[in-house]
Nanobody
Framework: QMQLVESGGGLVQAGDSLRLSCAAS????????MGWFRQAPGKEREFVAS????????AYADSVKGRFTISRDNDKDTIYLQMNSLKPEDTAVYYC?????????????????WGRGTQVTVSS
């Protein structure tokens, strides 16, 4: 069983930046593809970004491409989501997820473990 703990959320203004972190409990963290998803009030959870197990490949939702950057530090068992130029529509609970597959993965169904989420609120 892998535990994931997100941090770094908060209340910011439009145009500001935030960096989310997700710390994993498993020593074999480098074998997992990782992703970020988000869920806004009244909406379904949606894909934000994904990174493969060694950090060579990434994928982004069109809505965040060019503004968000996903990265990972396998020595620290942690992934990050750098969010720049934040918009009110980025307001959501952000979830970290781990997949037993090593690839970039955009589908929620391919993820095996989930964190509890961190709230990001962007005011206009």
């Amino acid at each position: 069983q892998m535990q994931l703990v997100e941090s770094g959320g908060g209340l910011v203004q439009a145009g500001d930046s935030l960096r989310l972190s997700c710390a994993a409990s498993r020593r074999t963290f480098s074998n997992y593809g990782m992703g970020w998803f988000r869920q806004a009030p009244g909406k379904e959870r949606e894909f934000v970004a994904s990174i493969d197990s060694i950090g060579d490949s990434t994928a982004y939702a069109d809505s965040v491409k060019g503004r968000f950057t996903i990265s990972r530090d396998n020595d620290k068992d942690t992934i990050y989501l750098q969010m720049n130029s934040l918009k009110p529509e980025d307001t959501a609970v952000y979830y970290c997820a781990a997949s037993e597959r090593t690839l970039v993965i955009t589908s929620m169904s391919q993820y095996n473990y989930w964190g509890r989420g961190t709230q990001v609120t962007v005011s206009s």
